[in-house]
């Protein structure tokens, strides 16, 4: 008997029943108590920024064209959604909260150690931190920076979600398997509904997305697509 297989299959029962009794039902989202939180929707998930850095470290990008290509594709597919939700929550007054990777500093040096140790440095006025144009903020809305993963331990996001009444929150974003999980497991922890939307998210690979929604999705939040997610938007 292959008991890793039979391991396999109780833990998939398992999940499936914890998953129904956490998230059996959609997330209810109103006005009045839900916020869409956009994170890292910024130039660093780009085809662009790839292709610049390799540049600029003196690789030949030709013979990667085809792999960011690729890339590009699953990005700009999720960004596709990330607009549409956009525009539909600012149409029926649902709070949008951008999230991205900026330093405080110029020269980088109050980024985390985690971020500092892949070379992250995001200065304020750089491409890697501007948003992308599908996801820019408005004037008035909420802009938060970070320099580590997770938006509860690199921002003031909870203390201002508390201020502002909010219960649900609503997550898209970049990547899924690095700042997007982090976030979604805090949030649930913080004690919000989390509700993540599965395609207007993506991580460097799809299967690094798959395997990051795998751990994720129904436990730590609820787990919808764009189109579901906008029909119950409209409907309000």
């Known amino acids: ?5 039979a391991l396999n299959e109780f833990a998939a029962q398992y999940y499936g029943q914890l998953s129904s009794a956490v998230y059996n039902t959609p997330v209810e989202i109103n006005p009045q108590d839900t916020a869409l939180v956009i994170i890292d929707a910024q130039k660093c998930v780009t085809k662009e920024y790839f292709v610049e850095g390799y540049r600029a470290m003196g690789i030949d990008t030709e013979p990667l064209m085809p792999i960011l290509d ?10 596709s959604n990330i607009e549409r939700i956009l525009t539909a929550c600012r149409e029926k007054g649902i709070r949008p909260i951008h ?26 006025g750089g ?10 903020p408005l004037d008035g809305e909420i802009v938060l920076n970070k320099t580590c993963s997770g938006i509860c331990v690199g921002t003031p996001i909870d203390r201002v979600m508390r201020n502002l009444g909010i219960k649900k929150v609503i997550v898209v974003g970049f ?8 976030s979604i497991r805090d949030l649930a922890d913080l004690g919000y509904e989390v509700d993540m939307i599965e395609d207007a998210m993506t991580a460097m690979s799809q299967e690094r997305h798959d395997r990051a929604l795998q751990g994720i999705k129904f436990i730590y939040a609820n787990c919808e697509t764009a189109q579901q997610l906008l029909e119950r938007i409209h409907s309000l």
């Not at 690729?70 to 960004?79: D, G, I, P, Y």
Request: aromatic fraction near 6%; glycine fraction near 6%; proline fraction near 5%.
């Open 1 to 5: 008997m292959d008991h890793n297989k």
């Open 99 to 124: 999230v991205r990777i900026q330093s405080l500093l110029p020269d980088g040096k109050d980024t985390g150690r985690l971020h500092a140790s892949a070379g992250m440095y995001y200065p304020p």
């Open 127 to 136: 491409m890697a931190s501007e948003f992308c144009e599908e996801a820019k």
């Open 175 to 182: 990547y899924t398997d690095q700042c997007v999980s982090t």
């Open 70 to 79: 690729q890339l590009e594709e699953n990005t700009n597919k999720a960004l």
